[in-house]
């Protein structure tokens, strides 16, 4: 902890005005706690943008996941408090929904002015756990969580922009939950751009972003969420020898060829139903306004089949990275 001979600051407030409220809803409005009732136990991840690392609440003895989001460079040492009001209030409109991570609270140091996002701790990343092909009835069961909490995050008005392995959490019994909101931003109207700004990660890019387009929905999570469920299929990352844009674009062009054809789309899923080609199909979409949305995909009959237990197929084995990442 730093030394207590340091003055202290005010502790913070504010209000999240990134992020919209639910319908109805005042923004919320948030009294820091302190992170000095925190003991620090491990780091699990650690990047550009911050730091997340496990942790005891000393109240309760409840283990937690807390992040600080870096400084940014000219901010004299301060955190940016709208990125921390951006992504708390994006977690806050999700709270109790079982397939995205849980807020505790936001707690701040009196002595460095530092604030961070306490979060339930839930356990290593999907990432990890990614060391061989899941059946098609794990996978169903796995996405079926997955486009569950995107069906509540773009509900709220909020897409994710960062969806992949690394920021799926895998909790007890096969549990998943989405987290790190860290690049969440709130939806725009039609036709309003983004700021200029690269958003998610390579190898699960919407072919929107690859082109550059600053107008664009929560489609480019669908896409995410469809590169992953070929993951689960195969084992391996659908666009994993890309380096740049360009690779990732001409790759994404080929597999829409390749979609009017289905024994050379699907070559490497030789078992994998007809529903199931469906829905990967949609969320593969290379147009954005043809892509299933999460609800669209929900209703699919593929979900109609029996999910296989998680608990076994998830079980502890030694992790490929670490818990979080960041780009």
Not at 267 to 284: C, I, K, M, N, T
């Amino acid at each position: 902890m730093a030394a207590a001979t340091r003055r202290k600051r005010p502790a913070p407030t504010g209000t999240c005005s990134s992020c919209p409220a639910a319908a109805g809803k005042k923004r919320p409005r948030y009294q820091f706690g302190s992170i000095y009732n925190y003991e620090k136990l491990e780091v699990l991840g650690e990047g550009t943008y911050g730091v997340v690392v496990k942790a005891r609440d000393q109240r309760t003895g409840e283990t937690v996941a807390i992040k600080w989001i870096r400084p940014d460079d000219d901010g004299a040492g301060a955190t940016d408090l709208r990125a921390v009001f951006r992504e708390a209030g994006c977690l806050e409109a999700c709270r109790g929904h079982p397939s995205i991570v849980q807020m505790k609270e936001v707690a701040a140091d009196e002595v460095t002015g530092h604030v961070f996002i306490v979060m339930e701790f839930v356990g290593p990343s999907l990432e990890s756990r990614l060391t061989r092909p899941f059946s098609e009835a794990e996978t169903r069961a796995m996405m079926r969580q997955l486009l569950r909490g995107a069906e509540k995050l773009h509900g709220e008005g909020t897409v994710h922009r960062d969806i992949k392995p690394d920021n799926i959490l895998v909790g007890p019994g096969g549990t998943l939950k989405i987290c790190d909101l860290g690049m969440a931003a709130p939806a725009r109207r039609a036709g309003e751009p983004y700021p200029e700004e690269t958003v998610a990660a390579l190898w699960y890019r919407a072919p929107e972003l690859l082109r550059g387009a600053r107008t664009y929905g929560a489609a480019v999570d669908m896409w995410a969420l469809g590169c992953v469920m070929s993951e689960l299929l195969t084992g391996e990352p659908l666009f994993e020898d890309a380096k740049t844009e360009d690779d990732v674009l001409h790759r994404a062009h080929d597999l829409e060829d390749a979609m009017e054809f289905t024994d050379l789309a699907f070559g490497d899923l030789p078992e994998l139903s007809e529903a199931g080609r469906e829905v990967l199909r949609g969320l593969l979409s290379f147009a954005p306004e043809k892509r299933l949305t999460a609800a669209e995909a929900l209703s699919h009959r593929w979900f109609d089949g029996e999910d296989a237990p998680l608990s076994s197929a998830l079980c502890p084995r030694k992790d490929r990275r670490g818990f979080i990442s960041f780009i």
